[in-house]
Every structure is written in C-alpha cells, then in structure tokens.
C-alpha cells in the first residue's frame, strides 16, 4: 500500500517569487511519483513524473521537483511564479498496479499575489 | 486526437434515478479509470480495466457499475443515485498503468 501528505492545503506567494509545494509519500515498492496541476473547472494535467531515473526531474512551465529517498520526500519548485500558475496541485504516488493504481494527495491551492 | 472526451459535463439528478457517464478515448489505450473527485479531497479510484472485456473495483466501487465492450469506451452507470454520489467524475486513459491522461470531468448534482 502506499500514502501521500501534502503538507500545506493553500500556499500564497508573490508573482515572481519562488513557489514551493511540499510532498510526502510512503510505499512499500520503490515507487513511481506525479505532480498534477488542476486548473478551476478543468482535468487534470501531468506536470512532471519520476519513474526511478535522474532524482531532479524537469516538467512544464518551468516546475521541478526533487525525489529525496533518505527523506521521502518529492517537494515541487519553480524559481518565479507565474499569475497563470495559481491552481491546485496534486502529488500522486504509483503502486504496482491494479487496485493500488494512482494514490493522490488532497491536494495543495496555489495562489498567486500580484 | 481528442483524448479523452466525457459527457455529460453537468448533469442534476434524483434520488433513486439512473444515469450512465460516458468516456471515450482515441489514442488506442489499454488502461482505462474512473476516479471521484470531493471538495477539497484528492481523486479516489472507482473502477478501472487494462482493456477490454477487463474490469475491476478500485478504491471506492460501491453504488457503481462498469463495463469495457470496446477499447475506446468505459462508461460509468449509477443504478440509483444517491445524495453521497454527488460529486466530479473523472476518467482517464493510458498506455502504462502509471501514464494517465485525464478528461476534462463529469460534475454530477444528486438532489
């Protein structure tokens, strides 16, 4: 079985300033790991995955997010937010498949001050 | 490609009526899901299948049914809503139990 936390359900920051969305999981398999975006009132999109090569993993519209094992961790970065960023973001954890499927977080609000 | 499409997108019903949510996808997928969506939670599984004439339950089954007759289509029936089935319905497909691309939700009222 695994699990997710988000740790922060809204975060607010400043157009141009950093955005950091915090990530933790736990699995019994070396797991496969998801950040989705969700803009209002629409599906959702992959913003970047690791799937157990380089541990910095590059996604769309300038996000990262590092795989920590020691830590359990897969925080979501981007140096310089963007007004069009604000949305909800999910971070998702991969079993081996069947029933375990995708586990997603609750999910963390990200808005964005002008 | 349309991806995956979803219909309806808005949908009022009442206690104890029926409806099937459809989802296509044209992109040949195997994996097909259906996920529920809460306010202010993370989605949860439904069902989900890895092709067709293939399904299962996932995390939260009760109250729903499924099918897959063809590698395009999965749709969702409630036999008879209740108030608790309020919520967005998602589906998605892939190629890789792990790759999921998302249609664009279902937002079903039962009242």
């Known amino acids: 079985a695994q699990s997710v936390t988000q740790l922060d359900s809204h975060v607010s920051v400043s157009e141009g300033t950093p955005v950091l969305l915090r990530c933790n999981y736990s699995s019994s398999y070396s797991p496969s790991l998801f950040w989705y975006v969700q803009h209002p009132n629409k599906g959702l999109q992959l913003l970047l995955k690791y799937t157990s090569a380089a541990t910095l993993v590059k996604g769309i519209n300038g996000f990262e997010a590092e795989f920590k094992k020691s830590e359990t961790s897969f925080h979501l970065t981007k140096p310089s937010a963007h007004m069009s960023d604000a949305a909800e973001y999910f971070c998702v954890v991969s079993g081996r498949g069947g029933a375990d499927g995708l586990t997603f977080g609750k999910g963390t609000h990200l808005i964005i001050q002008p | 490609n349309a991806g995956v499409t979803q219909t309806p997108k808005f949908r009022i019903l009442k206690i104890g009526q029926s409806m099937t949510l459809q989802c296509a996808q044209d992109?040949?997928?195997?994996?097909m899901y259906w996920y529920r969506q809460d306010p202010g939670m993370g989605l949860k599984l439904i069902y989900y299948?890895?092709?067709?004439?293939?399904?299962d339950k996932g995390e939260v089954p009760n109250g729903y049914n499924v099918s897959r007759s063809t590698t395009e289509d999965f749709p969702l029936r409630l036999e008879l809503a209740a108030p608790s089935q309020t919520s967005v319905y998602f589906c998605?497909?892939?190629?890789?139990?792990?790759?999921?691309?998302f249609g664009p939700g279902t937002r079903l009222l039962v009242l």
């Open positions: 998605a497909s892939g190629p890789l139990q792990e790759t999921q691309y």
């Open positions: 992109m040949n997928h195997n994996y």
């Open positions: 299948s890895v092709g067709a004439g293939i399904t």
